[in-house]
C-alpha cells in the first residue's frame, strides 16, 4: 500500500525480539501503573486518566485505563521506561521506512506508545489522525510531518480490534475526530498482521480501530516520528508541565475531541 501512503512490512522483528518487546511492554506497565500520580481527571467515555511523576530520569508517562480502572488502556510515552522498547526506537528497521515516508536523510523520535487492548475489555478507537493531538502540543504544521511507526506483537484481524485505516486519506488534511471516511475516500482497510508485522503511516492518515471481545490480546508498540532536529513531544513546556494532558484543558473537564481515543 505504500501508493497509498502507507507502509506495510510483514516480518520485521523475529519471535525471539516479539518476545522481548512483550516483556519490555509488559515491564513498562507494572512501572507506570505503580508510579505516584501527579495528576488524573476522567474522559467522557469513563476511562480513568493518571499522568505520573517524572519516572527512571525521563518524563512522567500518561497512563490510561479502561473503564471500570484494573485494566490499563494506553501508555505514552513508554521508551525511557524499559531499554528493549528504547532500543527499538532506534532500529533501523523502522526508522529507515519512517524516513522514507517523510522524505528525509534520518528521523527524531517523537514520542512512544504501548496501545494494550487486552483479551475481552479492550476498548476501541474512533476514527481520528494522530496529527489532531500533535497539533494540540505543537501546531498544525509539526504536527502533519510526522508519521506513526506500529509494531504488533500479537495477531490482529478484525475479531480482536485490528487496525483500520482509510487509504489515500492523508491527502484531504485535517479532520475532526469522530469523522470517518467521505464521499469520495477509498474504502476503509482492515489490516490483518502478524507479531512482528509492522505498518508505518502519516500521522494525518485516517484510521480507527474496534473493541477486542475476544479471548486473545491485541498489543502494539507504537513511536511516532519526525524529521531530525526537532524536539521529542514530551520535551516541550506544556508536556512536561502536564504529561498527557493537551493545552487548555482542566483536569475532570477533557476536551471533547479525546473522547474515545488514546
Not at 105 to 131: C, E, F, M, N, P
Not at 162 to 185: M, N, T, Y
Request: aromatic share 4%; charged share 20%.
Amino acid at each position: 500500500m505504500e501508493a497509498d501512503g502507507c507502509l506495510v512490512l510483514r516480518n520485521v522483528f523475529d519471535g525471539v525480539e516479539v518476545d522481548g518487546l512483550r516483556a519490555g511492554i509488559e515491564a513498562a506497565v507494572a512501572v507506570a501503573a505503580a508510579a505516584e500520580p501527579d495528576h488524573e481527571r476522567t474522559s467522557a467515555a469513563g476511562n480513568r486518566i493518571v499522568g505520573t511523576v517524572a519516572l527512571r530520569g525521563g518524563p512522567g508517562t500518561s497512563v490510561h485505563w479502561e473503564a471500570g480502572g484494573e485494566v490499563v488502556r494506553n501508555l505514552r510515552p513508554v521508551a525511557h521506561l524499559d531499554d528493549r522498547l528504547a532500543a527499538c526506537a532506534t532500529d533501523p528497521r523502522l526508522t529507515g521506512p519512517a524516513a522514507t515516508l517523510l522524505g528525509t536523510d534520518g528521523v527524531a523520535l517523537l514520542t512512544s506508545k504501548i496501545s494494550y487492548k487486552r483479551a475481552g475489555v479492550g476498548s476501541g478507537y474512533i476514527w481520528h489522525q494522530d496529527h489532531s493531538f500533535l497539533a494540540a502540543f505543537l501546531g498544525a504544521r509539526a504536527g502533519a510531518e510526522a508519521v506513526t511507526a506500529m509494531v504488533f506483537l500479537d495477531d490482529a484481524d478484525a475479531g480482536n480490534g485490528a487496525l483500520r485505516l482509510v487509504p489515500g486519506s492523508h491527502r484531504g488534511g485535517p479532520r475532526p475526530d469522530g469523522e470517518g471516511p467521505r464521499a469520495g475516500d477509498a474504502a476503509a482497510v482492515t489490516v490483518d498482521a502478524a507479531p512482528g508485522d509492522v505498518i508505518v503511516f502519516p500521522t494525518l492518515m485516517l484510521h480507527s480501530s474496534g473493541p477486542n471481545h475476544s479471548g486473545r490480546d491485541r498489543r502494539a508498540l507504537l513511536y511516532l516520528f519526525q524529521p531530525p532536529g526537532r524536539p521529542h513531544l514530551d520535551e516541550t513546556p506544556v508536556a512536561r508541565a502536564r504529561p498527557g494532558r493537551p493545552p487548555g484543558s482542566v483536569p475532570g473537564r477533557p476536551r471533547p475531541r479525546w473522547t474515545g481515543r488514546g
